[in-house]
Nanobody, 117 residues
């Protein structure tokens, strides 16, 4: 198990910014990728961004350069800086850790991001 605790969600106006944070309280390993997924009402969960232990990142196309993922291996944390938020970004955002050897996924409970005027 990899307990994950997210923070930083909330209500923001279109065009605004939010920063999500997640800590893996049980620690991480070099073969763990860390990332963020989201699930909007009535839609499937989708990848937002992921970062490897070595700092290699990949982003969903819809991010369009608006989001930045970062990872601090010493603190076992991953963060998602979101800018130029749009109403379509409204969703529950989930922190994810993936064991790249076993393909096992671990999930946080999620944090709600609402983009609305």
């Amino acid at each position: 198990q990899v307990p994950l605790v997210e923070s930083g969600g909330g209500l923001v106006q279109p065009g605004g910014s939010l920063r999500l944070s997640c800590v893996a309280s049980g620690g991480t390993r070099s073969f763990y990728a860390m990332g963020w997924y989201r699930q909007a009402p009535g839609k499937e969960r989708e990848l937002v961004a992921r970062v490897s232990h070595g700092g290699v990142t990949n982003y969903a196309d819809f991010v369009k350069g608006r989001f930045t993922i970062s990872r601090d291996n010493a603190k076992n944390t991953v963060a998602l800086q979101m800018q130029s938020l749009e109403p379509e970004d409204t969703a529950i955002y989930y922190c994810n850790v993936r064991n790249l050897i076993t393909a096992m996924d671990y999930w946080g409970k999620g944090t709600l991001v609402t983009v609305s005027s």
